[in-house]
Each structure stands twice: as structure tokens, then as C-alpha cells.
């Protein structure tokens, strides 16, 4: 008798101590990470993202968890993707770029939400106001858009002489019709005229090179958009293919060998995002945390890609780099 109840009692212990595991694993808390891109362009970011988690005293595996759906420049699968973080109680989304952020709050009205985008968030309707977002929903605003002027500005410094230029957008991009009428404003302003591609996957890239190029433009801008982050390889090689000059968003292009870039510092943003994570963890509400804006902004430039297209690049634009790449 003693022999069969000590069996049980093993058996028994048996069978408790997975699902005592399981139970301690549904504690720790799990962050859905929804982001617009891809993995493979993002790593940088995401490693930003965990400093800041950090930074808070949450660490990744030891008492934070965190669950990532990559859209890949797939805008169309982000609300599925929304509802299944959702319906695996996260206590927080990551928000990575204005379609995950627009597809998140969509889906749900409770669990916070965190974006990181480029696009205004009052614009876009992820907020009521930056100081008082209101709602489920803040993050960090990284001003990618609504520096049309600036970056023509910019090439044409460059380039004094081309009156033509090319811009390619994301079609899938709702805001791109923003950018489009930016750049068209833009130009009109300094006399130039623009000629636009549209381009949502690997194929539709290779041919808005190919159409631009036909309409003999002499310099290009690559709109701003994290399916593009993600295919810069691509797109830098494109540009190199074509021989054209382009001005591009942010650095990580110039670094993949892109001729020259002005924009946010995305790592910050992310490691911002970060942090916000840990306080909505450690209790605060979404609707009390002002809407961050980035004001670290970066124009990188790369000697050897300059060289390459027979540019030369000004002692002025020179001295006002942030960094030039040899």
C-alpha cells in the first residue's frame, strides 16, 4: 500500500510540475512586437529597443517576454497579426512604423500600445494630442515625414544643376499621398520638377528604377517608409546600378553604401519606445505619457559613393555633416 501511494504521489508530481512551470511562465509579462518591416533590416532596432527595456530593469528571457510578427513590407497581414497578439493577452504592443501602429489600434482599445512612426500621430489619428494622447495608445514620433523641403533642399545643394528628380514611394503606403503632395510642394518652391515611381515589393522596386531612370532624372529621393529600411540592400544597389545620386532617410542606407541620408536617429527612437514599454509595465497608462518626439536628426554622407557617381560634395555641405563616411 505504502509502495502504490508513494507511486502516485510521484505521478502526481509529475503531472503538477508542468503545469506549475506553465502557470510561472504566464506571469512574466509578454510584449507583442508588430512591426511594418522585416528582421533582417531591423536587428539594430531591435537591439536599441531591449537597451531601453533595460534601462527600466526589464530584461528579455528573465522577466520579460517578448513575441514578434514581421509584416515585411506585407501591410495587408498586420491586423491578423494585431488580433493574434491580442488574443494572446500581451500586456503591451510594439508598434514599429505607422501601419503597424494604425493596424494595433484598430484591434484593440485596452491593451496599450506603443508606435514607433514617422508619420505626424495626430495626423494619422493614433493620438488626440502629443502632450495628451489619450486613450490606449502613445509613443515616440520620429519625424520622418514633413521633411520634404529639407531633403530637396539638400540635393539640390548637391546638385545645383539637375532640375529633374525622381522619388520613389510605397504604394501600399497611406502615407505616402502625404509625401507625394509634400515633395510636390516642395519642388515647386525651388523651381524643379519631380517625377514619381511607386513600388510596394521586390519586383515593383526594380521597375520603379527602371521608369525613373526613362525619365531622365539627375538625382533620386527614396521615400520614407520601413519596408524600404528593410530593403536597402536592394535599393542602394539599384541606385548604383542606374548611376543615380540619392538622398535617402536615414543613415543605415548611407552605411549600405547609399551616396547620402537626413533623418531621425532611429536607434534613439527605438530605445525611447523601450523605456515607455517599462513604465506602461511597471503601471502607468498610456494616456498619461506624452507622445515623445525625436530631436536627434542626422545628415551622413559617403565620400566613397560620391566619388564613385563622379559627385563632388561642397565644403559647405561638408562642415555641416554629422558624419562622412571615407
Known sequence: MRRRNFIKGIVA??????LATRAQQRVMPVIGFLHSGAAEGFAPRVAAYRRGLGETGFVEGKNVAIEFRWAAGRYDRLPSMASDLVARQVAV??????????AAKATTRTVPIIFTSGDDPVQ??????????????????????????????????????????????????????????????????????IEFAYAGNEREIEEAFAKISQQRVGALIVGSDPYFLGQREQIVALAARYALPALYELRPFVDAGGLISYGTDLDDGYREAGIYAGRILKGEKPADMPVL??????????????????????????SIADDVIE
Do not use: C
Open 124 to 193: 494619422a489619428g493614433f493620438v488626440n494630442s502629443l502632450s495628451h494622447p489619450g486613450g490606449n495608445v502613445t509613443g515616440v514620433y520620429l519625424q520622418l515625414t514633413g521633411l520634404a523641403a529639407k531633403k530637396l533642399g539638400l540635393l539640390h545643394d548637391l546638385l545645383p544643376k539637375v532640375t529633374v528628380i525622381g522619388a520613389i514611394i510605397n504604394s501600399g503606403s497611406v502615407a505616402g499621398k502625404v509625401q507625394v503632395k509634400d515633395l510636390e510642394a516642395a519642388a515647386h518652391e525651388l523651381g524643379l520638377r
Open 293 to 318: 518626439q525625436s530631436t536627434k536628426f542626422q545628415l551622413v554622407i559617403n565620400i566613397k559613393t560620391a566619388k564613385a557617381l563622379g559627385v563632388k560634395v561642397s565644403a559647405n555641405l561638408l
Open 13 to 18: 508530481a509529475a503531472t503538477a510540475w508542468p
Open 93 to 102: 504592443i510594439a508598434a514599429g512604423g505607422p501601419p503597424a501602429a494604425r
